[in-house]
């Protein structure tokens, strides 16, 4: 007995966290260097975005060297996150593709832009033309020293400009506003800072450039050394171009170009319809199921739902806490794993009347049922797990989020409706079943 109220007391702590954690405008934690909010994030076809499908812009038949993949997915992640978007999903679709999926976004054109450019920043020697030679050359495509990629920089006819410092100096990056005009500063590392002033001090008057992907930028006159380490690109842009530009810069450029394979849009208003739907089924579903488990199991059936309620409760918990992006395919698995959860009390119940009809006691059945009727549902439940991790494989090995989402909500349902039948569902019908005389109140059990 003093086993099953610390039990109890355990089923109630864990009850209480995550009740907290899925209140509606849960304050979060935030003391003790912890700072954490709890939200519920929905996925791309409940709240609507943009899904495109990129591939790497490379000649046929040429083979990426190792790593260079994992090296485009981070920084698409960095960049993706940059531009503000909640749980954007990007990962790898094949050999040389990346799938990308960005809730919430409403510019999907500027997005797109912003992720796929290569972002290779180069400050360019524009010594020897005049500011109006180098302002003719603004918006356009010119040819540097700097990975020139396929081009034989001996045989082309038009100027080869020589690359003075790349992006990759640059320490830290901002969107700053002087009289409305928007502007990205810069600061650069101690090399980069030392090449720099170098320069600097002995082109005082000359030209600059700030090129990226090959397309000038602007091209700002020396005035005089910089020394600092700090400047600013200016370019007569937009709140949004600057701060587009800030966050390729940022985070570095693609060791490859990209290009977009295919792209759509869902709309707000599809998610929203399938989530009310979503959410009707899902009640329709727990609520015929709590109403069998009554009907069929009178008592038994009705601490099995209390269990039921409080898995609902832990799992709910686990997808706010983690967080788990919450899309359609997800809800399906996690209403799928109810299921898997009566599964497992429907086995414990059965065992429990085999036990009750062969003359055992309440108490003893309870703990034979349980006992016999474990190995079924150990088995069971790790089958499953080991569909969903192949699920899972597929999903992120093809690209295929919708799998790869379904098989996460479903294993995790999996594990704590073990929990709940280890553990919850056996502690309440201890609790209660305990104090009844069977022989007084059978119908009370079904048998």
Request: proline letters at 3%; glycine letters at 10%; hydrophobic letters at 45%.
């Amino acid at each position: 007995m003093k086993t099953n109220y610390r039990t109890v007391a355990l089923i109630l702590v864990v009850l209480a966290i995550s009740i907290y954690i899925n209140l509606p405008n849960s304050p979060g934690v935030h003391f003790l260097g912890i700072d954490r909010d709890y939200t519920t994030h929905l996925g791309l076809d409940l709240v609507g975005g943009v899904q495109a499908l990129l591939e790497a812009d490379i000649p046929a038949g040429q083979e990426l060297p190792s790593g260079t993949m994992d090296n485009v997915i981070k920084i698409i992640e960095n960049r993706v996150n940059g531009l503000g978007v909640s749980e954007a999903v990007v990962q790898q679709a094949g050999s040389q593709r990346v799938l990308v999926e960005m809730p919430g976004q409403t510019d999907p054109e500027q997005a797109l832009a912003t992720i796929g450019e290569t972002g290779e920043l180069e400050f360019v020697d524009f010594s020897g033309l005049t500011y109006e030679e180098a302002a003719m050359l603004v918006d356009q495509k010119i040819i540097t020293d700097h990975n020139p990629g396929s081009i034989d920089l001996t045989a082309v006819t038009q100027p080869v400009f020589h690359t003075v410092m790349t992006g990759i100096s640059l320490k830290n990056v901002g969107v700053q506003t002087n009289n409305n005009q928007y502007s990205v500063g810069f600061e650069l590392d101690s090399d980069g800072t030392q090449i720099f002033a170098e320069f600097t001090s002995i082109h005082i008057g000359d030209i600059l450039a700030i090129v990226l992907d090959k397309q000038v930028i602007s091209v700002p006159r020396i005035d005089g050394a910089i020394t600092s380490g700090q400047g600013a690109i200016s370019g007569n842009f937009t709140v949004e171009e600057a701060n587009n530009l800030a966050v390729q810069l940022r985070y570095g450029s693609l060791p490859v170009p990209l290009k977009v394979v295919t792209s759509q849009t869902v709309g707000p208003t599809l998610g929203q319809d399938s989530l009310n739907k979503s959410l009707y089924a899902g009640i329709i579903g727990l609520s015929v199921v709590i109403l069998f488990m009554i009907g069929y199991y009178r008592l038994p059936g009705l601490l099995a739902d209390l269990a039921l309620l409080c898995y609902a409760l832990i799992t709910f918990a686990i997808f706010r806490l983690i967080p788990i992006t919450i899309t359609l395919p997800g809800i399906a698995g996690f209403v799928l794993s109810i299921g898997v959860a009566v599964d497992a009390n429907i086995l414990i119940f059965e065992r429990l009347k085999e036990e009750l009809r062969g003359g055992r006691s309440l108490h003893s059945a309870i703990d034979l049922g349980w006992k016999r009727a474990w190995s079924s549902i150990r088995d069971s439940n790790f089958s499953t797990l080991i569909t969903c991790g192949i699920l899972y494989w597929f999903g992120s090995t093809f690209g295929a989020s919708i799998v790869k989402g379904f098989s996460v909500t479903l294993a995790l349902g999996v594990l704590v409706s073990m929990f709940t039948a280890i553990v919850v569902t056996r502690t309440f019908l201890h609790l209660v079943l305990d104090r009844i005389n069977f022989t007084a109140h059978h119908r009370w059990f079904g048998v």
